[in-house]
Nanobody, 132 residues
Framework: QVQLVESGGGSVQSGGSLRLSCTASGFTTDYRPIGWFRQAPGKEREAISCISSTHSGYQIYYHDSVKGRFTISRDSNKNTVYLQMDSLKPEDTAVYYC???????????????????????WGQGTQVTVSS
């Protein structure tokens, strides 16, 4: 059974850092793309980063709003994908989700990014709150 569990959320002040973890079970993260998404109150869920499977060439995508501040990485030994979030801003406040999708060479390429509708297994989400 595919399962994803996020952790690492919390409350920080503007300019602070958090590291989110997405630990997978029931599959190997090397073989499927992992995406990070977020949803703020009253807004649609948006993709902010993803990392492709190793078979698809280890592509990494970042939304423009987090480029240069967030870093996605994978620890294959722990079957975990991380999202290091630095220089946090109040507008980063949201529930953060990780998700996985069936593998495809399109995932996480700059021109494709990450599409919510491609992802079929989701974690429960973790709250991130950034105060000014």
């Amino acid at each position: 059974q595919v399962q994803l569990v996020e952790s690492g959320g919390g409350s920080v002040q503007s300019g602070g850092s958090l590291r989110l973890s997405c630990t997978a079970s029931g599959f190997t993260t090397d073989y499927r793309p992992i995406g990070w998404f977020r949803q703020a109150p009253g807004k649609e869920r948006e993709a902010i980063s993803c990392i492709s499977s190793t078979h698809s060439g280890y592509q990494i995508y970042y939304h423009d709003s987090v480029k240069g501040r967030f870093t996605i990485s994978r620890d294959s030994n722990k079957n975990t994908v991380y999202l290091q979030m630095d220089s946090l801003k109040p507008e980063d406040t949201a529930v953060y989700y990780c998700a996985t999708a069936p593998d495809s060479p399109l995932h996480c390429r700059t021109e494709y990014g990450a599409k919510v509708y491609d992802y079929d297994n989701w974690g429960q989400g973790t709250q991130v709150t950034v105060s000014s």
